[in-house]
């Protein structure tokens, strides 16, 4: 891979921005194709996203990805916000058009549903939803699972009033049961996410009976450090499909290096094992 005066070029917004995996992730994707581009970490302050994102037509960059603390507040600084991402109330992907606009969109619902049906045999007609949690992330599945048609998802988080909130903001099918109540909501479920950050490296765990959940439920836990977690060990341990978070942090990248390079990218064994080597 050569660059030249032609480059495309594209990155990744945060503070901080090093940990991110994106800059790997596209890397062996611009390698693979042999793609004359660049993406890379661009450490931006809170108080200067504004400005940054302004700069990006007149620097040459076809866009963007935003990670922590920049996804909310990019959906005020977009000139365009598709309908998802502004349901999600996040923007992760930016692309610079034909006309220097900045169109936000949110790919975290896509690349969760991707990675749910790369590695299982999950259907949206297979049964009720349990999320944990009532973050960003968790908003964002919510919005998948009620895109694809899932007619019940339920929302236990540790703040009550946040799931009530959000179950308030979604609709549809979307409610919200009591924390102290997780394990019993499993009773008729067909999936099961943890979108908190327990039982993450580092993290408390996360304390959940399986016992009620049915032994076909798909259990998929959307950290992947460490990528088998206490929930998907215990879930694995008594017959149940499970997802680790790797594939989504993967897929979610799809759309953006599609839009930026020209190029649909695929998730492969070898890209998996490729970003592993990055997270050890």
């Known amino acids: 891979m050569t660059l030249t005066g032609k480059a495309r070029l594209a990155g990744v917004m945060g503070w901080p921005v090093a940990h991110s995996q994106s800059p790997r992730l596209h890397g062996y994707w611009l390698s693979q194709h042999d793609v004359d581009g660049a993406y890379l970490p661009l450490a931006v302050q809170p108080d200067d996203l504004a400005v940054a994102l302004r700069a990006l037509p007149a620097l040459g960059f076809r866009g963007v990805n935003l990670t922590l ?100 903001t979604l609709g549809g099918a979307v409610h919200a049961v009591p924390w102290a109540a997780r394990s019993d909501a499993l009773a008729d479920a067909a999936l099961l996410v943890n979108t908190t950050t327990l039982g993450m490296r580092g993290q408390p765990p996360l304390e959940l009976d399986l016992d009620a959940l049915p032994t076909q439920a798909v259990v998929n836990d959307i950290v992947y450090a460490p990528l088998e977690t206490p929930l998907l060990a215990a879930a694995r341990a008594r017959g149940n499909p499970a997802v680790d978070g790797l594939g989504m942090l993967l897929h979610q990248a799809r759309p953006g290096f599609e839009a930026w390079f020209g190029v649909r990218p695929e998730v492969t064994p070898a890209l998996r094992d490729f970003v592993l080597g990055g997270l050890n």
């Open 69 to 168: 603390p920049h996804k909310e507040r990019a959906v005020e600084l977009c000139d365009e916000v598709s309908e998802p991402a502004r349901r999600i109330g996040a923007v992760n992907t930016i692309v610079v058009d034909a006309d220097n606009r900045l169109v936000g969109s949110n790919t975290d619902a896509f690349g969760f549903l991707a990675n749910l049906r790369d590695a299982s045999d999950w259907r949206a007609d297979a049964g009720p939803a349990v999320l944990l949690g009532a973050g960003g992330a968790s908003r964002a599945v919510a919005v998948a699972l009620s895109d694809a048609g899932v007619e019940s998802i339920a929302i236990a988080n540790r703040t009550a009033r946040r799931a009530e909130a959000l179950a308030e």
